[in-house]
């Protein structure tokens, strides 16, 4: 069964984790973790909670906003003329050993929860992400994310 944890160096092996994206990669073998204790991320890893050690897919969350402008029409009316609070997913990865197996689903919709449940206690409209090519972005549209009107590959959900 797969389970969603706080990337934490001692029980995580990142070494071993390949998604095929060089820069996705050295991000989790080699900055994760201090951003992650200097707060400028946090790092959550999906593991099978037979192997613990073993990272299936790895997403990050941090503060952002977003100006009104981005958003549709339909959302710009519902909202205040300034920069509106949201989260962002810096990054999102799954090793190539589980392509297919829904592991990218499942990432997103841990982020979405944390988000959801974040909100409670903090402000914030929508859940962003920079899709790093047109592939990513449809990717991301298949669960709902909108493109921003003039950032494209920079998509939201709100999560109202």
């Known amino acids: 069964m797969h389970e969603e944890q706080v990337f934490d160096v ?19 073998h080699k900055y994760a973790a201090q951003q992650n204790s200097k707060g400028i991320t946090t790092v959550f890893v999906v593991v ?9 897919g790895f997403y990050t969350l941090s503060a952002a906003h977003i100006d009104v402008q ?6 710009r009316k ?9 989260f962002r997913m810096g990054r999102l990865a799954r090793d190539n050993e589980s392509h297919g197996a829904g592991s990218g689903e499942v ?3 841990c982020a979405v929860d944390r988000c959801l449940h974040a909100r409670s206690l903090v402000g914030a409209y929508a859940l962003l992400v920079d899709a790093k090519d047109e592939k990513a972005k449809s990717f991301y549209e298949r669960y709902g994310f909108i493109p921003c009107a003039d950032a494209p590959l920079t998509l ?5």
């Open 10 to 28: 001692r029980v995580h092996d990142r070494a071993a984790f390949h998604c095929g994206v060089p820069a996705l990669d050295d991000y989790l």
């Open 48 to 56: 099978d909670d037979a192997v613990p050690s073993k990272i299936l």
């Open 70 to 75: 981005q958003l549709s029409d339909i959302e």
């Open 78 to 86: 519902k909202l205040p003329r300034y920069p509106v609070p949201c």
């Open 107 to 109: 990432l997103i919709g």
């Open 156 to 160: 939201y959900l709100p999560l109202g």
